[in-house]
């Protein structure tokens, strides 16, 4: 048989930064605490959008878009397990949000940077759905810890306007696994 590609070859895989909710299974690693605000989106001249991040403490009184409200955010640095990287994720639907800080206030589970969680998108009626699900509680993989101390990514910079995996960030990232305050958190 005349082979058209070569043998074993797989087609190379766009890095992303940012972590997106995919379609049934989304399992990652929270390496970072969270970084919170208020999403908006401004329509550009050509007709494209451009987000807009708010500090939690400075909410906008209206949206960019009078047809859909200013969103909640958070963000955290991300172990992503499905691409191998560290990555940005940004969370906006309530319902993961609420999960997530249930686990966190949950004194069997704790810290969400102590354990993996999965995300589970489908459909039912037209209307998506999310299931939150955390791992036992384990250490991380000392490599994915060496990844991440070795990028410098500053969340900050999404308050700005700026690419938070910029090197001119000058953020130093040291992965801590010990349980948070709960007065630290701003949810």
């Not at 969370?91 to 810290?111: F, H, M, P, R, V």
């Amino acid at each position: 048989m005349n082979d058209f590609l070569p043998q074993g070859y797989e087609p190379p895989k766009t890095q992303w930064n940012y972590m997106r909710i995919v379609d049934w299974d989304n399992k990652f690693r929270i390496m970072s605490n969270a970084t919170v605000g208020w999403l908006d989106w401004e329509t550009l001249e050509d007709w494209t959008r451009k987000p807009i991040r708010f500090r939690y403490s400075k909410k906008p009184e209206t949206s960019f878009d009078l047809e859909k409200p200013v969103k909640h955010f958070w963000a955290f640095i991300v172990y992503n397990y499905t691409d191998k990287s560290i990555q940005v994720l940004e969370i906006t639907q309530k319902s993961i949000q609420s999960a997530i800080n249930s686990l966190y206030l949950n004194e069997d589970w704790g810290d969400p940077k102590q354990y993996d969680i999965k995300i589970n998108r489908s459909w039912k009626d037209l209307k998506t759905e999310y299931v939150v699900t955390p791992s036992p509680t384990k250490p991380i993989s000392p490599d994915i810890v060496k990844e991440f101390e070795s990028k410098n990514i500053n969340l900050e910079a999404l308050f700005e306007w700026k690419d938070p995996f910029d090197s001119t960030n000058k953020k130093t990232n040291k992965y801590n696994e010990e349980e948070l305050n709960i007065e630290d958190v701003p949810f």
